[in-house]
């Protein structure tokens, strides 16, 4: 109350800017020298026999007819093959046949495309077992690059089209995320390198590479640095804690247990880890900014709020922040294991056995340990960037900034009285044309 709340902000004390340079840079530093530590080498490249030919093609024609019967069992007499069944004429647009029509059966079998006149279709050439020189053709899926570019286009064009520059820079900064992803995390690990170590080095240069060039090299976003970081570490923390306490391996996926048939010298343990430390990465981020953000926006709405109560107010908003958020978590984890949650409706066996087991174990750790790390991130950001906004007010600090309020003079008692004791301009027994100067006037013009 009394505060002038026109008065903006002061800007951050050079003692301050200085602090954050020699906390920030030497953290720079370590992260890219650890990236060059860490930088793969060769990664060694998976056989995988030879590769099916693949070409383009477009539907022409469709036929359909009944199918035949299958043949007998010994478990039982024939039925009908399972359809569809027929032939598919399909106009090739690349590879030796080029320009020719082939026909093909029509796909059939769990996850076949369904298939129409004009639809774009990706051609295999398999080679007859009795006849290896020759092959025919199968169509294998339906061509999905077109309408992915334009749903990146479009998707894109909302983005600048809303954000402007800020939304250009949210671009770039996608775009650097998955240049670290693929070029250093991903071949990091395949070439056997410890995932742990690797992830949180990938994480920390994601996180600097997209704070700063999305929101600015300012204190405000040094400050959603240091909070991103410090909750990462203590992700990374607790993640191993909760691994090693749980027993987990590792191989609670289809998808683990398949990438060590192929590359047998990955640590799927420190895969787990590395996973659940970038998968918080994304939500971190947000939440460090908008507390930073949120600090900043209440200390120049309101330049004589106290640190302390800089920090009240902007956890308040960290806690509506979190409780959506950790719901968003949750939901996004369920929603990636959909048919792991089907499987287990399915499935027999007790209730506390199912929720024990590794494949599930695992998304719990997941998601508690990822939630764990977001509600540390709003007190720790929070508490820095309420440091950072009130530095170089001084001793005023406890109290308001500024100096306080001029006290209002006390009114005579005897000008009260005479004020009250006078007629007022708005006595009923005054005439409505004495009241209001013009009653044909408007009052929407007022308003």
């Not at 192929?262 to 895969?271: A, C, E, K, S, T």
């Not at 600090?295 to 709405?301: D, F, I, N, Q, S």
């Amino acid at each position: 109350m009394g505060a002038d709340h026109t008065r903006p902000t002061p800007s951050t004390p050079p003692r301050v800017r200085r602090l954050l340079v020699m906390t920030v840079v030497p953290l720079i530093v370590v992260t890219v020298i650890a990236t060059l530590v860490l930088w793969p080498g060769t990664t060694p490249e998976i056989d995988q026999g030879e590769q099916v030919p693949r070409h383009h093609g477009t539907v022409t024609r469709v036929v359909t007819e009944p199918c035949p019967p299958a043949p007998q069992t010994p478990d039982g007499p024939s039925g009908v093959a399972e359809g569809p069944c027929g032939t598919v004429t399909v106009a090739v647009e690349q590879g030796p046949d080029a320009g020719r029509e082939v026909q093909t059966p029509v796909p059939s079998g769990p996850g076949a495309p369904t298939v129409a006149v004009g639809d774009e279709v990706v051609l295999v050439a398999l080679a007859d077992p009795s006849d290896p020189s020759a092959s025919s053709y199968h169509i294998a899926e339906h061509q999905r690059g077109m309408p992915l570019l334009w749903l990146v286009a479009l998707f894109a064009a909302a983005i600048v089209a809303f954000g402007r520059l800020r939304g250009l820079a949210a671009l770039a900064g996608l775009g650097a995320s998955f240049a670290i992803l693929l070029t250093f995390v991903v071949p990091g690990i395949s070439a056997g390198g410890a995932p742990l170590p690797i992830a949180v080095t990938g994480a920390a240069l994601i996180m600097f590479v997209v704070l700063y060039l999305t929101h600015g090299i300012t204190a405000q976003t040094s400050v959603a640095v240091l909070g991103t970081l410090g909750s990462l570490v203590l992700t990374g923390v607790l993640g191993t804690l909760a691994t090693a306490a749980t027993h987990l391996t590792g191989y609670g996926s289809e998808e683990a247990t398949t990438l060590s048939m192929y590359q047998r010298d990955v640590d799927l343990h420190g895969l787990l880890l590395a996973g659940i430390i970038i998968g918080s990465l994304g939500v971190l981020d947000d939440v460090t900014v908008t507390q930073a953000a949120t600090v900043t926006e209440l200390a120049h709405a309101n330049p004589g709020l106290s640190r302390l109560q800089l920090y009240r107010a902007a956890t308040r908003v960290g806690r509506a922040h979190i409780a959506s958020t950790v719901n968003t978590i949750v939901l996004a984890y369920a929603g990636a294991s959909l048919p792991l949650l089907l499987l287990l409706t399915a499935d027999s066996r007790p209730v506390g056995q199912i929720l024990t087991s590794e494949f599930l174990a695992q998304e719990i750790v997941r998601s508690a340990v990822a939630t764990l790390g977001l509600v540390a991130a709003v007190p720790l950001t929070t508490g820095l960037a309420a440091l950072v906004v009130t530095a170089g007010r001084g001793p005023a600090d406890a109290g308001t900034a500024g100096p306080p309020p001029t006290p209002r003079p006390a009114p005579d008692r005897a000008e009260a009285l005479e004020a009250l004791s006078a007629p007022r301009h708005g006595d009923p027994s005054t005439p409505a044309a004495a009241r209001w100067p013009d009653p044909e006037r408007s009052t929407d013009t007022a308003w």
